[in-house]
């Protein structure tokens, strides 16, 4: 049995009609426009870390940029197989920005995971040791969420590498 086909296929995987595509990214702006409202509305609301505000809405800026430049035709590669300088300029940037998406990632989980619980009401006696309530929990469950995305992507992914392990074993033209 020849896998070119499916090397190729993996290559260059069937795309989603067009429709299908601008509704997904019209959804994929959605979390980004909710983080740079909600971290620009409150932003002098959380004394107890300040950088919250500031990572919602350099978090929310850098996807919205991100999902804008996968809508550009540089990002996609020519169909004859070329490569073109402009793709490949595209695809530089793209890494950049998610390398820095990474990090910032990173920086916001120490800024969000290290005041866990923070109070939400503004006491007079400590003022400074309140949070916003639906910034913080908003900020707490975005990250969170994309690590319950990535447990599943990650037990979903093993499970179909186990199905094809299974079914490349059953194949009798291995045995040759």
Known sequence: MSNTGLIQRIRRPPQPPAPILGCSKVVLCAIPIAQIALGAIHQKDCPVQPLIPIYLIVMGTFSMVLNLLACLPCAREPEDGTTNPTSRVCTAWN?????????????????????YQPDYVKNDTVPDRYCDKTMYLFAFWTTTLVYIFLGLFLVVGCCVLVCFFLCGRADPDDDI
């Open 95 to 115: 890494s950049l920005v998610s390398a820095f998406m990474f990090c910032w990632f990173i920086a916001g989980n120490v800024w969000i995971y290290s005041i």
